[in-house]
């Protein structure tokens, strides 16, 4: 009987651990979430003639954002397991998509750096493939 104790004992410790470390875990997790970035990053042109627009095109196309972001940019599901939901943003200047709100500084700070318009990081958005587009490229 005494050994049904001592498992009883164990248990209680072991699940008082794990309360405090999922307690940790959270609070870390939502501090993260939370964490605003500065936004001035770089000053990159952006530019408008055609060669940049068909290298821009290429550079979407071959970067994998539409694996994501939806065939036509207009965003997608990415993960459907509650609870976790993660929706790739529509890319697109149509309704409900950020192109049509997004200033040039949005554009880069949320490609090369992964942070939002509001200055939180964008969590999923995998930018660290991306940071090392250069000026041209990013810029395109
Ligand atoms: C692995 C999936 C994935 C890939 C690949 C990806 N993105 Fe994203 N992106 C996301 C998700 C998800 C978000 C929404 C914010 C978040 O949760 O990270 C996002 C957010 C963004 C945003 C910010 C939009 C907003 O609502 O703030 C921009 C801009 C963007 N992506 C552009 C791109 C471009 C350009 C590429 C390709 C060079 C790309 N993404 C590739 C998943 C992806």
Same mark, same amino acid.
């Given at each position: #009987?005494?050994? @049904?104790?001592?498992?009883?004992?164990?248990?209680?410790?072991?699940?008082?651990?794990?309360?405090?470390? /999922?307690?940790? %875990?959270?609070?870390? &997790? $939502?501090?993260?979430? /939370?964490?605003?970035?500065?936004?001035? @990053?770089?000053?990159? =042109?952006?530019?408008?003639?055609?060669?940049? *627009?068909?290298?821009?095109?290429?550079? +979407? $196309?071959?970067? &994998?954002?539409?694996?994501?972001?939806? +065939?036509? @940019?207009?965003? +997608? #599901?990415? /993960?459907? +397991?509650?609870?976790?939901? =993660?929706? %790739?943003?529509?890319?697109?200047?149509?309704?409900?998509?950020?192109?049509?709100?997004?200033?040039? &500084?949005?554009?880069?700070? %949320?490609?090369?750096?992964?942070?939002?318009?509001?200055?939180?990081?964008? *969590?999923? #958005?995998?930018? $660290?493939?991306?940071?090392? @587009?250069?000026?041209?490229?990013?810029? %395109?």
């Amino acid at each position: #009987m005494k050994i @049904f104790k001592w498992i009883l004992g164990l248990l209680g410790i072991v699940v008082v651990l794990l309360s405090i470390l /999922a307690f940790v %875990a959270k609070s870390k &997790g $939502e501090t993260k979430i /939370a964490n605003h970035y500065p936004s001035d @990053f770089d000053d990159v =042109v952006i530019p408008t003639d055609s060669l940049s *627009i068909v290298l821009g095109k290429y550079l +979407a $196309e071959s970067h &994998g954002c539409q694996k994501c972001h939806g +065939a036509n @940019f207009s965003g +997608a #599901m990415v /993960a459907d +397991a509650p609870p976790f939901l =993660v929706n %790739a943003s529509n890319l697109t200047s149509g309704k409900g998509g950020v192109g049509s709100v997004f200033s040039d &500084g949005d554009w880069l700070r %949320a490609i090369r750096h992964g942070v939002g318009q509001d200055g939180r990081g964008l *969590i999923v #958005m995998p930018s $660290e493939a991306y940071y090392y @587009f250069s000026d041209v490229e990013v810029g %395109a």
